[in-house]
């Protein structure tokens, strides 16, 4: 298990932008496949982007496509999430996930709130 800290969320107008970074610790995950994935309340978990470990392939899920972009930088061992166009169905609680034997959470996430 490799703690991750997710940062950059808040509270943002519709339309707005936000960033969020997942920092790891401990030991490099550069090898592995990095993503991000969000929880509304009353919601399921469900998956928003992931990346490669060299970053030079992505994917989004339906909803974002075109709004967010998912990159990392493997020499800080963090990945990113830019979020662009943010609609209030955004809302919801963000994590990142580290893909080994399928997907693991190690973090707390971070909240996003997008108000209409």
């Known amino acids: 298990q490799v703690p991750l800290v997710e940062s950059g969320g808040g509270l943002v107008q519709a339309g707005g932008s936000l960033r969020l970074s997942c920092a790891a610790s401990?030991?490099?995950?550069?090898?592995?496949?990095m993503g991000w994935f969000r929880q509304a309340p009353g919601e399921e978990r469900e998956f928003v982007s992931n990346?490669?470990?060299?970053?030079?392939?992505?994917n989004y899920a339906d909803s974002v496509q075109g709004r967010f972009t998912i990159s990392r930088d493997n020499f800080k061992n963090t990945i990113y999430l830019q979020m662009n166009n943010l609609r209030p169905e955004d809302t919801a609680v963000y994590y990142c996930?580290?893909?080994?034997?399928?997907?693991?959470?190690w973090g707390q996430g971070t909240q996003v709130t997008v108000s209409s």
């Open positions: 990346i490669s470990p060299g970053g030079d392939r992505t």
């Open positions: 401990g030991r490099t995950l550069s090898g592995n496949i």
């Open positions: 996930a580290v893909y080994q034997h399928g997907w693991n959470f």
